[in-house]
T-cell receptor, first 118, second 115 residues
Framework: AQTVTQSQPEMSVQEAETVTLSCTYD???????LFWYKQPPSRQMILVIR??????QNATENRFSVNFQKAAKSFSLKISDSQLGDAAMYFC???????????????FGKGTKLSVKP | EAGVVQSPRYKIIEKKQPVAFWCNPI?????LYWYLQNLGQGPELLIR????????DSQLPKDRFSAERLKGVDSTLKIQPAELGDSAVYLC?????????????FGPGTRLTVL
């Protein structure tokens, strides 16, 4: 079964600095998708960034970028120029394609709580 | 465009009482998901609908949980009777289709407290 591990329960960063959140996953699939979701105290999960496993190029979205290491099954999120509004829980999620017996459901890690210090 | 709407935002009930949660997905989204999020954990799928059909309910505890999505739009998740361990956040999400990298849009969730 696929699993997603976020080894950092909590992280802290100074405003305007850069922080990296770690995520590893376990799968035997070669084709899949990876996501980072942000969940602020309001509880509404918001998609931050996604990566298709077949793409070698790391995804970027403004201040957010990923370091996708397929062989190592690692998918870290880098937040540059951290802002107070970045403070939230961040969840890494894996999704297998929905064929070949897989339901293709999102599997989430336990999350990393990010604090941003002014 | 309105996002995924859920109600109520908070619910407090005594154990053994019934409770229901309501979800209105984004217009035009065929796929609807209900997730359970325990404190300090990531969401876990309870049930997935494609239009009005429950296509994956393997994680739904069917002895006390039920769900429906009439007319393939709004959905209701019910617990009867509720137990202390059901205290959690119940999230609803929707997507255009359940394929590939399709984004799932989440609602704000319902925080259930069972006393």
């Amino acid at each position: 079964a696929q699993t997603v591990t976020q080894s950092q329960p909590e992280m802290s960063v100074q405003e305007a600095e850069t922080v990296t959140l770690s995520c590893t996953y376990d799968t035997s699939e070669s084709d899949y998708y990876l996501f980072w979701y942000k969940q602020p105290p309001s509880r509404q999960m918001i998609l931050v960034i996604r990566q298709e496993a077949y793409k070698q190029q790391n995804a970027t979205e403004n201040r957010f970028s990923v370091n996708f290491q397929k062989a190592a099954k690692s998918f870290s999120l880098k937040i540059s120029d951290s802002q107070l509004g970045d403070a939230a829980m961040y969840f890494c999620a894996y999704r297998a394609p929905n064929y070949g017996g897989s339901q293709g459901n999102l599997i989430f890690g336990k999350g990393t709580k990010l604090s941003v210090k002014p | 465009e309105a996002g995924v709407v859920q109600s109520p935002r908070y619910k407090i009930i005594e154990k053994k009482q019934p409770v229901a949660f309501w979800c209105n997905p984004i217009s035009g989204h065929n796929t609807l998901y209900w997730y359970l999020q325990n404190l300090g954990q990531g969401p876990e799928l309870l049930i997935r609908y494609e239009n009005e059909e429950a296509v994956d309910d393997s994680q739904l505890p069917k002895d006390r949980f039920s769900a429906e999505r009439l007319k393939g739009v709004d959905s209701t998740l019910k617990i009867q009777p509720a137990e202390l361990g059901d205290s959690a956040v119940y999230l609803c999400a929707s997507s255009l289709h359940h394929r590939g990298g399709n984004e799932q849009f989440f609602g704000p969730g319902t925080r259930l407290t069972v006393l």
